[in-house]
């Protein structure tokens, strides 16, 4: 009788992320830079706020305004700005924006009263609002979908992260030592550098074909985000009696429906609804959204925590905020392994449920010195779960969209991240500066968004694994995103 041996299968071992060329590396140094730039913008302005505030005569409630006025035209453009790189050209419109954020930050450095600060601001945020999508779309047009991708994404995310740590700790230095003005300056110059070394080295990338640019999509989606965040932002600051802001409110929720009207029947639509009815696009998306917004929220009630109620410095604010970014760093550094295991899906869902976790740690924040480790602490680690959400659900949107459709995708991706980044401190941050007590209200912001991470952990896991009962094969979509 013939005995069969058994013989232990031979692992199938994944393939490696090939060496990248010299000047891919190069193209991705530039890239990477960009968005460096465009991170540390967002972090180095956190902890010089007090100091601005007293500068130019800002109340605490208004302070929300020196972030809403960089994060509103970055969202409100981005999708419009995404569809004219695909179209015109994404090198073109990416040099362009970083010129663009070049100049806007000079102004804000030499700002003479608020309404000159938040102009600079603003065009800040129009610059970003170019080179953000763009740059992500020739950095996935680059590289090819697979591990090549993966490690680029990976790269981008940890630099991303770099770029916060740094505007964190250089923000409370040189606020100390040369004042507000200086984190400004800061940008500009890092302008100066990375816009000659773009023009060399990014090669131009547009969509193959030419379609027309969707104009009435493009103008009734950037009106109605605009409409939205004003509202939003306005109610924040002062309510919702002004009469402008349910005016604004109906008007963006208007313009928005009659952009989904728009997009159902023009050929050549801003964004793809069918897209938009991936699994992964939207659900991916709804966790970025959260992620984004509740830890902005965490990150703009902290700060105010750490300096009005702890009574730190600047530079004390920073070195705690250093220490996240360097837990973050390492985060990122192993998050594509951790994907590469459990697919993106999963480590979206885990992330965000960590987050939540996390950030409900911190509810046990007092007012004695104890509380600083608490918050390096929790907020540290909860910051690295943030970055494996980042770099989860990018890799969740993006997975499987055809180059021509990239700069929808990533313009999806980073519209949710500006958009994200906009509503969670009006809607949230705002209860800690009008409370009376900071540190009551800043309790119950961490509450609620402990509470909203939570949620969102539960219904993206839910809604990345829906199928329809009865139904046959789900139509393939990303690999990683299950």
């Known amino acids: 009788m013939d005995m069969a041996i058994d013989t232990p299968p031979t692992p199938v071992r994944k393939p490696s992320a090939p060496a990248l060329a010299a000047r891919d590396r190069l193209v991705l140094f530039v890239l990477c830079a960009a968005q460096f730039m465009v991170a540390l913008d967002f972090s180095v302005l956190n902890v010089a706020l007090p100091v601005l505030g ?33 179209l015109y050209g994404r090198r073109r419109l990416f040099l362009a924006g970083l010129a663009l954020f070049g100049a806007a930050s000079l102004l804000a450095t030499f700002a003479w009263d608020p309404a000159s600060f938040l102009a600079g601001r603003a065009l800040q945020g129009l610059g970003a609002a170019a080179i953000v999508p763009t740059g992500m779309s020739l950095l996935t047009t680059t590289f090819p979908e697979g591990p090549a991708r993966d490690r680029a994404l990976g790269i981008s995310g940890t630099l991303l992260s770099l770029g916060f740590t740094v505007g964190m700790v250089a923000g409370g230095v040189l606020t100390d030592l040369l004042g507000w003005r200086s984190t400004m300056g ?74 989904a009207v728009v997009e159902s029947r023009t050929e050549a639509p801003l964004v793809s609804l069918p897209m938009l009815r991936r699994r992964t696009v939207a659900w991916g998306n709804l966790g970025g959204l959260v992620t984004f917004s509740m830890m902005s929220t965490v990150v703009f009630v902290l700060t105010l925590y750490l300096q009005e109620v702890l009574g730190l410095s600047a530079f004390e604010t920073g070195l705690v905020f250093g220490v996240q970014g360097v837990l973050s760093v390492l985060a990122g550094s192993y998050a594509p392994r951790v994907i590469g295991r459990f697919g993106a899906r999963r480590t979206l869902v885990g992330s965000l449920a960590g987050q939540g976790l996390l950030g409900a740690a911190l509810l046990g924040l007092g007012e004695g010195g104890g509380s600083v480790w608490l918050a390096t602490a929790a907020v540290s680690l909860a ?44 809607l949230l941050g705002v209860l800690a500066t009008t409370a ?19 949620a969102a952990a539960v219904l993206v896991g839910l809604g990345l694994r829906m199928r329809r009962a009865g139904s046959g094969p789900v139509e393939a979509e990303a690999v990683g995103a299950r």
């Not at 500068?55 to 999708?79: E, I, K, N, R």
């Not at 540190?439 to 509470?451: E, I, W």
């Open 54 to 86: 007293a500068d130019l005569g800002m109340s605490p409630s208004a302070l929300q305004w020196a972030v809403t006025a960089f994060a509103l035209p970055s969202g409100g453009f981005l999708l419009l700005f995404g569809r004219t790189g695909d």
């Open 186 to 259: 800061l940008l500009t110059l890092f302008a100066l550098v990375v816009l000659p070394l773009a023009p060399g080295l990014l090669p131009e990338s547009r969509t193959p074909e030419r379609p027309r640019l969707d104009v009435p999509g493009a103008v009734t989606v950037t009106g109605g985000l605009l409409a939205l965040i004003y509202a939003l932002s306005t109610a924040a600051d002062q309510g919702f009696g002004r009469a402008d802001v349910p005016a604004a409110l109906v008007a963006g929720l208007l313009l928005l429906t009659a952009f």
């Open 383 to 426: 910051s690295m779960c943030h970055l494996g959400a980042i770099i989860s659900y990018g890799l969740t949107v993006t997975s499987g969209v055809p180059d021509a459709e990239q700069g929808l995708a990533t313009g999806l991706v980073t519209s949710t991240q500006q958009v994200g980044i906009t509503v969670g401190i009006p």
């Open 436 to 454: 009376g007590d900071v540190a009551s209200g800043v309790r119950t912001v961490l509450a609620l968004d402990a509470a909203i991470v939570l």
